[in-house]
């Protein structure tokens, strides 16, 4: 038993000895070493490998119902994405696929797309941002503007 009692009062004695980080307020700069190597050839950074699509597959999934409930232009925004650059298979990334034609039948969003110079066909993408409000994410397939 005296044993034990030796080995708990050494144990707290190392543990309430143990060295703390202290934290200071003031804070030294470390100098900044700068060596310039002559005729060093650095490595070419790798291409990047971002597609302009990259978001559209995080879209939940949205019910024709949803776009029903959208009855004002001013709730409707559209947002073009890959604008200049090659499309590819986008038109299959988007959560658009089965709406595009519930879509055209709506009139606010159809208004929208017209005055954005857009079509049904073009939207890839759609998010609803509240009950009666939604982005509708959108590219140029076959038109050159």
């Known amino acids: 038993m005296q044993k034990l009692s030796i080995v708990a009062a050494a144990i707290a004695a190392v543990v309430t000895l143990a060295p703390i980080p202290v934290i200071t307020g003031t804070a030294q700069a470390q100098p900044v070493l700068n060596h310039v190597v002559p005729n060093q050839t650095y490595p070419k950074p790798k291409r990047s490998t971002y597609k302009c699509s990259d ?3 995080y879209l939940r ?3 024709n119902d949803e776009i029903d409930q959208v009855q004002d232009e001013q709730r409707v925004w559209v ?6 650059e090659e499309v590819g298979p986008i038109r299959n990334a988007g959560n658009a696929g089965t709406l595009r034609i519930h879509i ?3 009139e606010a969003m159809r208004a929208a797309l017209f005055a ?3 079509t049904a066909d073009e939207v890839v993408g759609v998010r609803m941002t509240g009950y009666d ?3 509708l994410f959108v590219t140029q397939f076959h038109k050159k503007r």
């Open 55 to 57: 978001d559209l597959g």
């Open 61 to 63: 999934r949205v019910y």
């Open 79 to 84: 947002r073009p994405l890959c604008l200049g």
């Open 104 to 106: 055209a039948q709506n």
């Open 116 to 118: 954005s110079n857009y």
């Open 133 to 135: 409000s939604v982005i």
